[in-house]
């Protein structure tokens, strides 16, 4: 059964940092293109960042500069590294998995930046 746990999330003041991670199981971690999705209130889910199983990534020009997705094989674990925060940022934030074979969400986790 496959699983993805986010954790890190939390409330921030702007201006700060917080790194997220998502941990999956039950999947051939390698082989998934992987990415961060978020969704504020009343708007729709859109694509944060992302990489596929060579590295390279796609980074939405909102959080360029600020964010930086990574990833770990070894620990089936995708990584989402955001700085200088700001208010706009406030989302639930959602992990994927993409591969020909199947597509993957974690639960989400939420994400506040506010003083």
């Known amino acids: 059964q496959v699983q993805l746990v986010e954790s890190g999330g939390g409330l921030v003041q702007p201006g700060g940092s917080l790194r997220l991670s998502c941990a999956a199981s039950?999947?051939?971690?390698?082989?998934?293109?992987v990415g961060w999705y978020r969704q504020a209130p009343g708007k729709q889910r859109e694509l944060v960042a992302a990489m596929n199983t060579g590295g390279s990534t796609n980074i939405v020009d909102s959080v360029k500069g600020r964010f930086t997705i990574s990833r770990d094989n070894a620990k089936n674990t995708v990584y989402l590294q955001m700085n200088s925060l700001k208010p706009e940022d406030t989302a639930v934030y959602y992990c994927n998995l993409e591969h020909y074979s199947g597509t993957y969400w974690g639960k989400g986790i939420q994400v506040t930046v506010s003083s």
């Open positions: 039950g999947i051939i971690f390698s082989i998934y293109a």
